[in-house]
């Protein structure tokens, strides 16, 4: 058996101090899977502290640890209308929903280490996250992801998301990527859980 099969256990919890001991974690792992295919990104430590870390404390941080402490994967959530990530709120509301926006949780971060993926976890923090948004009152769930070759787009599929009607051009935006369109998937978070027990 793989050993960072045996070492991978999950962890949810709502990280309410911006000093939690995965913060650095956190953001190694986000630099290392955002530098990948499809995106090719490259962030700073201090952008990712400033514009995803701490935006998201006091909302909803998955983070998936091994037996060392090490994290080896994340997701983020928050409500749609949050001024978590204005740009996108922004962009949402300005199109026409297929959802009740009001309702809706915006699934905003997910990574997993590629040494430990296909092992199931990217589905425990997408039901981690499904679970703290039914608990908090909301019905729907709604993501971003890149239009082609994305990593997460086949699990939200599976779970019975559906592309919304419009995609997104992030050419002219403040993070240089390979990755120029993004898509919108959506569905009802009692459904998705269904689909993932």
């Known amino acids: 058996m ?13 990280i309410v101090d911006s000093n939690d001991s995965a913060r650095v974690g956190f953001a190694k792992t986000y630099k290392e899977v955002f530098a990948e295919k499809p995106y090719f990104e490259n962030f700073e430590i201090e952008d990712i502290d ?11 941080i998955v ?15 928050h409500p749609f209308l949050a001024d978590t990530e204005p740009s996108i709120r922004d962009f949402l509301v300005a ?28 589905a425990k923090i997408i039901t981690a996250r499904l679970e703290w948004g039914q608990k908090n009152g909301y019905t729907n769930f709604c993501m971003r992801t890149a ?19 419009f995609i997104q051009d992030v050419s002219n935006g403040k993070i240089d990527t390979s ?3 993004r898509v919108y998937l959506w569905g009802k978070i009692s459904e998705a859980l269904i689909k993932l027990k």
């Open 2 to 14: 793989n050993k960072n099969k045996q070492e991978v256990k999950i962890t949810v919890r709502d």
């Open 50 to 60: 400033q514009n995803v870390w701490l935006p998201h404390i006091g909302h909803c």
């Open 63 to 77: 983070v998936v640890e091994n037996n060392f402490r090490e994290v080896v994967g994340f997701g983020c959530a």
């Open 95 to 122: 199109q026409k929903l297929p959802f009740d926006s009001s309702k809706t949780i915006f699934m905003s971060e997910l990574a997993v280490r590629k040494e430990f993926r296909r092992q199931g976890i990217g």
């Open 147 to 165: 239009e082609h070759k994305s990593n997460s787009r086949s699990i939200y599929e599976k779970i019975g998301a559906k592309q919304a009607p």
């Open 179 to 181: 990755s120029k369109q």
